[in-house]
T-cell receptor, first 117, second 119 residues
Framework: AQKVTQAQTEISVVEKEDVTLDCVYETRDTTYYLFWYKQPPSGELVFLIRRNSFDEQNEISGRYSWNFQKSTSSFNFTITASQVVDSAVYFCALSEASSNSGYALNFGKGTSLLVTP | DAGVIQSPRHEVTEMGQEVTLRCKPISGHNSLFWYRQTMMRGLELLIYFNNNVPIDDSGMPEDRFSAKMPNASFSTLKIQPSEPRDSAVYFC?????????????????FGAGSRLTVL
């Protein structure tokens, strides 16, 4: 069963628009961790953020912000004033304390974001 | 640190040939993961090592796949014989948290990936 759902397969915006990438997760654990990674066209996976299940405080880092809501099992990612360099595939991932795989990441299918000038 | 180093970056081979992918984790990291990325299945965990020992290989698709970690600074993923459906990008990642730790989940640092094409 898919533990992380990113319903938006592709999003296209014009530069300077705000865009929100949705992520819904599923777990029975009380202790878990949520991540966002970015995969630019060059192909590497770049870590953006980690949140644990006990900290629902939203976080802002420059133009990036994250909204974690346990009540809806969501961990959404917003890019404010998008730029062409934000074009990439963005992955949401879940890590569970009960995992046999040492906090390995369960990834969603990714959302491909295209920002055009 | 140079990060996680993977080689080769690109590999093109013919069906039936043996393929060996290599990974050098970040020095000091004791957890190593192999992932496979395809369009159809996304990013899938293949195998997880802790302190050079394979802990979970339930993601290895079949017996044609094998992975080893002979020491803390080197791991290999081998496919023998290779098939066209094995074409994918294979990522290695490392982290510095043991599984018993409760201090928080590790952040996985990924290598640049090895793009495999099996003709």
């Amino acid at each position: 069963a898919q533990k992380v759902t990113q319903a938006q397969t592709e999003i296209s915006v014009v530069e300077k628009e705000d865009v929100t990438l949705d992520c819904v997760y599923e777990t029975r654990d009380t202790t878990y961790y949520l991540f966002w990674y970015k995969q630019p066209p060059s192909g590497e996976l770049v870590f953006l953020i980690r949140r644990n299940s006990f900290d629902e405080q939203n976080e802002i880092s420059g133009r990036y912000s994250w909204n974690f809501q346990k009540s809806t099992s969501s961990f959404n990612f917003t890019i404010t004033a998008s730029q062409v360099v934000d074009s990439a595939v963005y992955f949401c991932a879940l890590s569970e304390a009960s995992s046999n795989s040492g906090y390995a990441l369960n990834f969603g299918k990714g959302t491909s974001l295209l920002v055009t000038p | 640190d140079a990060g996680v180093i993977q080689s080769p970056r690109h590999e093109v081979t013919e069906m039936g040939q043996e393929v060996t992918l290599r990974c050098k984790p970040i020095s000091g990291h004791n957890s190593l993961f192999w992932y496979r990325q395809t369009m159809m299945r996304g990013l899938e965990l293949l195998i997880y090592f802790n302190n050079n020992v394979p802990i979970d290989d339930s993601g290895m698709p079949e017996d044609r796949f094998s992975a080893k970690m002979p020491n803390a600074s080197f791991s290999t993923l081998k496919i023998q014989p290779s098939e066209p459906r094995d074409s994918a990008v294979y990522f290695c990642a490392s982290s510095d948290q043991p599984p018993e730790s409760h201090s928080g989940a590790n952040v996985l640092t990924f290598g640049a990936g090895s793009r495999l094409t099996v003709l």
